[in-house]
């Protein structure tokens, strides 16, 4: 193994290839040379992979990078086998956030492909100058993931993702850059490749199973995901070592240091940090088990997509709905020979559990703008978690009220409670808790919405 040099590369941010030779010290081509119909302008960087050069196409005269695998290694059947493959991968994957391949060929004994200049900088050039705010980190993660799941869906995995094989162009979007180490894995099983179990890929972020030398899926591009949204938010790698065995070593066995969470950006940070842990298990397994819920977990704490309700409205929106289930219950109390709390309780839980499992909306959450979701679907609780959640949020008041209601006509409570004491006291309970969970809680989750595995936001804001 050797370590390949990047030009755009953090100390210890070299790629372990299983190449067998370090990039050449000179460029195979200068400005002005030309292959098939593209003009060489100048030399962008140089890594162990290829070389790539700023180019213009003059079929179509745009501007495109020309990726070209050094002179010494133009004979090396599998230099040249890996380079195809890299470029095949980034064809078959149709995605925004991968770059695009435009042209591949040989000329002048050289082989080559031309694929989109990404106008911009690498996010390793971008952290150099500090770490990012949550917000603008968990983007550009949530942008890498969606490339890399596309490339999944495709078959492959990139075994290299790392804050220098992320580019940002000049609208801020994410490209996913040097498919040079990709792998095929197998959709139908998750396993993967195990043509290629060299122990390739970057220290810095690679995964334990991949420093192992051992067959990987796409599990292992999200624990290096993992591992650049922790470098992003942080400002440096989960690790650090002298060596890359070093390294892999930590990544195996060592825990990783916890995102120091404080200041008024302290809450985010909390549940990127627990973010971060998910993507960064040790064991495949506990990692998560597709793009898409990934990509749910950051949607869920980017509060530019899914912002979490807080004190005021969840509070307003508590007494319209008490309201509503008073009056609905009103006549009901009236024909019912039932004691008038038991209807009254009865109609509260069937209001509530019916409004959130068919819609995730009440009308009071409706009237505000704000609904209850499954954290894990996004969408409107199944009926036996709104049925949890009401029970949690409404059962010890409604237990209490009934037993005063009872003492009452015993004669053996003597504070005596009416139906405006009742819902001063449902208003209360429910901003008490609320204040706790927004005070408290980064995601602003009370006790009910995490006993029942839901969270209540404001309805969806941004573009899926």
Excluded at 178 to 197: E, K, P, Q, W, Y
Excluded at 405 to 434: F, P
Aim: net charge neutral; proline share 6%; aromatic share 6%.
């Amino acid at each position: 193994m050797t370590i390949g040099l990047e030009p755009t590369a953090l100390p210890q941010g070299a790629t372990i290839t299983d190449a067998g030779r370090a990039p050449g010290a000179e460029p195979a081509l200068g400005p002005g040379a030309v292959l098939a119909h593209f003009r060489i302008e100048a030399l962008l960087g140089r890594g162990g992979m290829g070389e790539v050069y700023r180019a213009t196409d003059l079929a179509l005269d745009r501007p495109v990078a020309l990726k070209v695998l050094p002179s010494s290694a133009q004979d090396d059947p599998d230099r040249r086998e890996r380079m195809v493959r890299e470029a095949r991968a980034q064809a078959r994957i149709a995605s925004p956030h991968v770059c695009h391949i435009y042209y591949v060929g040989e000329e002048r004994g050289l082989l080559f492909f031309a694929m989109e200049l990404v106008d911009g900088q690498s996010l390793a050039e971008k952290i150099a100058k500090g770490a990012l705010p949550p917000d603008q980190a968990i983007e550009i993660v949530r942008q890498a993931a969606l490339g890399l799941k596309e490339a999944w869906a495709r078959g492959y995995t990139h075994r290299d993702v790392k804050p220098s094989n992320l580019m940002l162009d000049e609208k801020g979007r994410v490209k996913l850059v040097d498919f040079g180490l990709v792998t095929r894995g197998a959709l139908a099983t998750g396993g993967g490749d195990t043509s290629m179990t060299t122990a390739v890929g970057t220290p810095l972020y690679m995964a334990p199973e991949q420093g192992r030398g051992e067959a990987v899926d796409f599990r292992a591009d999200i624990y290096a995901l993992g591992a650049t949204l922790h470098h992003l938010v942080s400002g440096a790698p989960p690790f650090s070592g002298e060596s890359a065995a070093v390294l892999l070593s930590q990544h195996e066995t060592a825990l990783r240091p916890a995102l120091e969470a404080r200041g008024r950006r302290g809450r985010v940070l909390e549940l990127v940090d627990a973010i971060c842990a998910r993507m960064m298990a040790k064991r495949p397994e506990d990692r998560f088990a597709s793009y898409d819920e990934l990509i749910a977990e950051l949607d869920r704490i980017d509060p530019s997509r899914t912002p979490p309700a807080g004190f005021w409205v969840r509070g307003f929106a508590a007494l319209a709905d008490f309201m509503c289930a008073g009056i609905i219950s009103a006549p009901l109390q009236a024909i019912l020979p039932v004691n008038g709390a038991y209807v009254l309780w009865a109609t509260v839980v069937a209001y509530n559990v019916i409004g959130l499992a068919r819609w995730g909306r009440t009308v009071g959450r409706a009237l505000l703008e704000i609904e209850v979701v499954s954290v894990a679907t996004q969408r409107a609780p199944a009926v036996t978690r709104a049925a949890i959640r009401v029970a949690c949020e409404y059962g010890p008041l409604a237990i209490l009220s009934i037993i005063y209601d009872h003492g009452k006509a015993g004669g053996g409570v003597s504070i005596n409670l009416d139906g405006g004491d009742l819902a001063i006291v449902a208003l209360l309970a429910a901003l008490a808790a609320v204040v706790w969970a927004s005070w408290r809680r980064p995601d602003k989750r009370s006790l009910w919405d995490r006993a029942s595995g839901t969270m209540t936001r404001y309805r969806r804001v941004a573009p899926q």
